[in-house]
């Protein structure tokens, strides 16, 4: 049977946070329906109201700076990050983490915001965003926020966003542009598939970071390396950072495991 619900399209930040207050518990947000779509269909999700936040001003808006850093809207999909030159030469751990993420096609609509507030442990670009030191810009009726993405997972599948709030764009700050490193995803088949495991090492002025999808209720940043940390060290901490569990991707021993092979050769590899 087909689900029925109102499609609502604000073209204001100011409707938008009225719809999101007046039908406060009935309603979900749209923007690229790959992940809400699915949960509308399989009976996980029953909004009354589904509203699409792509017709909002500057939702499609994807922009770098120096003083503000490069500014990701809520309508910015996958491949939009892709194709654009300066986020490919200023923020390359964005775009491996990216290019990882499902299919071409999927890419075509699936967008930043979606993936993050979807919230899944298995998101793809939840490491780049940690490791960046990205920051969520959270609106509703009350006024704005701001988060960094270090406080913003709270658990598999939730996020600190508060009824009526709505993630409104992502900023990932200046300062973590020119960041190297790489993201290595284990998957059950070749080609595109949610990882088992995935490993993201950056460095940056310096600083190594690890984040860890996968591997915990929520995504995982692993900060505080040294420079003289060896092989054994950078494994240590890392799997005192993860709990991954057994499930029907992979045991929970096979993904430690792998956690720790990765982080070695990320060690080596990111120089
Ligand atoms: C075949 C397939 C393969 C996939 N493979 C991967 C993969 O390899 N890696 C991976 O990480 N993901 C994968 N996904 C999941 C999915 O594609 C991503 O999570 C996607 O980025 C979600 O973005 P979206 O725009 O489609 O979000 P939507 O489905 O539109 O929304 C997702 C959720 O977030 C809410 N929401 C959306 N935008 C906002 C906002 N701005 N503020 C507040 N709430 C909002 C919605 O209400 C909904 O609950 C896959 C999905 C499919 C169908």
Redesign the pocket.
Known sequence: MVYEFRYLAPKSVGRLCAALTEHAGAA????????????IRNGV?KPDYVID?KLLPGAAKLQYSQVDGLIIG?AVT?NDLLRQRSVRRLYPVLCDCAH????HQ?RN???????V??A?P????APALLCLDAVAVIRSAAGQRQLPFSQFFTGVKKTA?LPGE??EKIIVPAASSNASGRYLKLKRIAG????IVGVLCTLHQGRRRYAVSSAAPTPVLVDGFSAGDGPEDVERRVLAAVSPISDVRASQEYRRHMIAVYARQLLQEVR
């Not at 990882?100 to 299919?103: E, H």
């Not at 595109?192 to 990882?195: A, N, S, T, V």
Request: charged share 10%; aromatic share 4%; hydrophobic share 50%.
């Open positions: 979900k947000l749209l923007a690229g329906g790959t992940d809400l779509l699915p949960n999700f936040l809520p996958i990882q993420l499902a299919s999927i609509r699936a967008t930043v915001a979606g993936n507030v979807n899944s298995c998101s793809d670009m966003l709505f993630l595109h598939d949610l990882g």
